[in-house]
């Protein structure tokens, strides 16, 4: 049996995967307007997927398995306006459920309690990794949080889950300095817009340029008043893939943990920056999820005694997205189970690194010098 200093944490419940966001395939659909019923983007299959591959792998026989207990509405409070939180307890008592701000992101009715159940989720990991009862670990949760800005949801997210864990850290556990890494593919705007004049936080988001939201995450975009600084971006061009995003991790992401010296760092954990995603245009594969992952547990050793806390985001290919979370639960926890069956596929994102995406993150780079030491 391993260790409590060596051992991965895992979080997964079934409910996560009863969180409804009705038939729309990203509107709601229209008869007479083209939209069909289908299923939408954020629905169970990706995180089930992932979470039965965990298993039949034998993977989880490695794993020590973690409960979600609900986050409270203190919790939730420290991240988000009373009106947004009454507005989606409201919205879960309605017989068809509500939408979390921005008319894309329905849940269903008892909503609210299973986005408190995410939101609780990522507190206990971060609560297990903190007190050494893992030294890392990954929720596996559901809706997704880095969306969610303090007076809405959106883009799927009800609560920012990751952000809620990160303030119940410093209210509950003592922590000061905290590090949000985000490799969503789409930018970290509402965790960035939580911690954006925090000096405490510092926040890192390396996405696909314009993606979503439109004209969000960008390289001016560094944080405000006592904050300035500890906000960072790397807006990568389309079809980065692997070479550029470990270059950004190399060259950005490290470097700025460095800097900062954070006591326990959290990762925004989205695998639709793969290769197969119908939402974005990166190639990253699972092997260029384990090479991060690898990257980030080798900064986290010299900075803050391994501690590492994943909260998982978006990606929306059910076929690849259990490989790409395999690949990154088998680095944490030091096991390998199961050969990618598509890294057939790798080719694709093997490089080399083009002029445009290195300039990218160069220009980032230089946003180092602004966070305070």
């Avoid at 006591?263 to 995603?277: P, R, T, W």
Wanted: charged residues 15%.
């Amino acid at each position: 049996m391993s260790t409590s200093s060596s051992r991965t944490g895992y979080l997964y419940h079934e409910i996560y995967g009863w969180h409804d966001t009705g038939s729309g395939p990203m509107f709601p659909s229209n008869g007479f307007g083209g939209i069909q019923p289908m299923p939408h983007p954020e629905n169970a299959e990706t995180k089930r997927r992932m979470h039965e591959l965990i298993v039949v792998s034998g993977l989880i026989n490695h794993l020590h398995r973690l409960e979600p207990s609900q986050a409270t509405e203190a919790d939730i409070l420290r991240c988000h306006t009373a009106e947004h939180l009454a507005a989606i307890k409201a919205g879960s008592l309605q017989p068809k459920g509500g939408d979390a701000g921005d008319g894309v992101s329905p849940f269903g009715n008892g909503g609210y309690e299973i986005a408190l159940l995410a939101a609780g989720g990522v507190m206990s990991v971060v609560d297990a990794v903190l007190s050494g009862e893992v030294r890392n670990g990954y929720a596996l949760v559901r809706p997704p949080g880095h969306h969610a800005v303090p007076s809405m949801g959106m883009g799927f997210c009800m609560f920012n889950n990751i952000g809620i864990a990160a303030r119940h850290a410093q209210a509950n556990r003592g922590v000061g300095r905290i590090a949000i890494v985000d490799w969503d593919v789409h930018h970290g705007n509402g965790t960035q817009a939580i911690f954006y004049d925090d000096p405490s936080v510092l926040t890192i988001s390396v996405h696909q340029d314009n993606c979503f939201p439109p004209s969000s995450g960008l390289l001016t975009e560094t944080g405000e008043g006592a904050g300035k600084g500890t906000a960072l971006n790397v807006p990568l061009p389309p079809g980065s893939g692997n070479p550029a995003y470990e270059y950004a991790m190399r060259n950005v992401v490290v470097p700025a943990l460095e800097r900062f010296k954070p006591e326990i760092i959290l990762v925004s954990s989205g695998f639709d920056a793969s290769l197969m995603d119908p939402l974005a245009r990166q190639m990253v594969t699972s092997a260029g999820y384990r090479l991060l992952t690898s990257i980030l547990m080798e900064a986290a050793d010299r900075l803050c005694n391994g501690r590492i806390a994943m909260s998982h985001e978006g990606g929306y290919n059910p076929m690849y997205v259990p490989f790409c979370g395999l690949a990154v639960m088998e680095q944490l926890s030091g096991h390998h189970t199961l050969d990618d069956p598509f890294a057939a596929f790798d080719y694709m994102a093997g490089g080399p690194m083009l002029a445009h995406q290195q300039a990218v993150v160069d220009a980032a780079a230089a946003n180092i010098a602004g966070i305070p030491a």
